[in-house]
C-alpha cells in the first residue's frame, strides 16, 4: 500500500513540475506557479513522511471550517 502511494505522488509531483514548467514558461504571474509548488511541496511531503493524514485533514477543515 505504501508503495503504491509513494508511486501516485511521484507521479503527481511530476505533473507539478510540468505545469510549473509550463506557467514559467508562460510567463504566468507568481500567486498562479505558488498553486503549483505548493502541491509539488505537499505530494513531496507525502512521499518523505513528512505529512500525515493528520495534517492533510487540518488542512482541509482549516479551508473549509463552517464559522468563517
Known sequence: VK?????VGEKEVEKSLIEIK???SNNLPGD???LDI???LHYLGEITG???NDDQLDYI???FCIGK
Do not use: D, P, Y
Open 3 to 7: 508503495r503504491k502511494a509513494v508511486q
Open 32 to 34: 498562479l506557479l505558488a
Open 50 to 52: 513528512e505529512i500525515t
Open 22 to 24: 509550463n506557467g514559467l
Open 38 to 40: 505548493r502541491r509539488c
Open 61 to 63: 477543515f482549516s479551508k
